[in-house]
């Protein structure tokens, strides 16, 4: 029987999914990666994470990725809604595959996953949700991924006044501008306020915006999302906590 506690990570391969992976990792816990890509995480972290395929977008595979974590290791202790991609794209471009690919990835995943997770975690289990800046404030070209933030906002709001009463609290971080491939992959696109030169634009940003001089990292989020699924934050749900050096204090 496993004594340490089980998490699950959407998209907890790369980017800011990795470094929750990492975070939990160095905090004695087993990881499960639901992701559509295996990058052989156990080549760094051995028998502390097991991938499974998932494609959040359906809710079978959220089914899946639970049960085979139960059968393996014999408990849920936290979810992590983290699997979503950013993409600008102004108004008149956006078509109907777009629209519903951003939404299903971003938005329907965190509602299967969370679904799921609520029949099988630990009383005093815990789901949280990986949301942006962008779930509370509007940007220009960007009108799809934000709808699909401030859904998952709204999402953890109303889950943590249902599912309290059974002893699961819910809550979402918020970063800002994460270094990663896919915030630089979609930096590069004419439609984003990097304009194909994401340094620039993240310097530029930085400099503007955040009272720290930096932004924050994708072990930070991770870190974050470890206080919250500790009993050091046992009173704390329906809350989106920004991880932004300051950005956007509240």
Same mark, same amino acid.
């Given at each position: 029987m496993n004594n340490k506690k089980v998490v699950i990570v959407t998209g907890g391969s790369r980017g800011i999914g990795y470094g929750i992976t990492k975070a939990f990792i160095d905090n004695n816990y087993i990881v499960v990666v639901g992701s559509r890509q295996d990058r052989d995480l156990s080549k760094q972290f051995g028998d502390n994470v097991r991938f499974v395929y998932t494609d959040v977008r359906y809710e079978k595979y959220h089914l899946n990725l639970v049960e085979t974590t139960i059968d393996e290791f014999g408990r849920l202790d936290c979810f992590i809604n983290n699997a979503g991609y950013s993409k600008w794209k102004p108004i008149e471009e956006i078509n109907e595959e777009f629209l519903t690919d951003i939404?299903?990835?971003n938005l329907k995943g965190a509602f299967w996953g969370s679904k799921i997770a609520s029949k099988y975690l630990n009383k005093e289990g815990t789901i949280i949700n990986v949301s942006s800046l962008a779930g509370k404030r509007g940007s220009s070209n960007n009108s799809a991924y934000v709808a *699909?933030?401030?859904g998952m906002n709204g999402l953890t709001q *109303?889950? *943590?006044k249902e599912l309290g009463p059974k002893g699961i609290r819910v809550n979402a971080v918020c970063p800002v501008l994460i270094n990663t491939e896919g915030l630089n992959e979609a930096l590069m696109d004419k439609s984003s306020p990097g304009n194909g030169d994401p340094k620039k634009f993240i310097n530029e940003f930085t400099r503007l915006n955040s009272p720290l001089l930096?932004? %924050?990292t994708s072990l930070e989020v991770g870190q974050t999302c470890v206080f919250l699924a500790s009993e050091s934050a046992s009173a704390i749900t329906g809350q989106c906590i920004n991880v932004d050096c300051g950005?956007? %204090?509240q």
């Open positions: 939404i299903d990835t *699909s933030k401030f *109303s889950l *943590s930096r932004m %924050p950005v956007l %204090p």
